[in-house]
């Protein structure tokens, strides 16, 4: 399942590359909020699934609202006159950095483990190396 966050990244990104679509600047920056929100939702997908509670129908149902509802935010700000876009980029970027620091603490405990694993593995094949040498 960690696989359907990493799969749509790289969809997105690809498709984004090969279509070349031009950007007006009038539209830049809600394209701007809108992908920062799904960043923010694809980081917070790998996030649950590193916890255990990953689930598709969840993961979709968050990207599609989270992605419209930062554009709908900053749309609003720019017909009323205030840089509502700059805040949703604010709370996005905090939350992606928030997704980002758990994934990283998940990672490291991870490797962690896995290092003291293969040392207790070493030190018990070792124990039983010296025991067949000594009888």
Do not use: H
Not at 37 to 49: E, H, I, Q
Not at 99 to 109: E, G, I, M, T
């Amino acid at each position: 399942m960690i696989l359907v966050p990493i799969i749509a990244l790289l969809l997105g990104a690809t498709l984004a590359l090969a279509l070349k679509v031009r950007v007006g600047d009038s539209t830049a920056q809600y394209l701007a909020v809108a992908c920062l929100a799904g960043l923010d939702t694809v980081l917070g997908g790998m996030r649950s699934a590193y916890e255990s509670k990953f689930q598709t129908d969840v993961f979709l149902s968050g990207f599609f609202a989270n992605v419209l509802i930062a554009f709908f935010i900053a749309w609003l700000g720019d017909k009323i006159g205030i840089n509502l876009y700059m805040v949703v980029a604010l709370v996005m970027g905090m939350r992606i950095f928030t997704n980002l620091s758990l994934l990283r603490r998940y990672l490291l405990v991870r490797a962690t483990d896995w290092i003291a694993k293969r040392k207790k593995e070493r030190e018990k094949q070792l124990e039983q190396s010296m025991e067949g040498v000594t009888e």
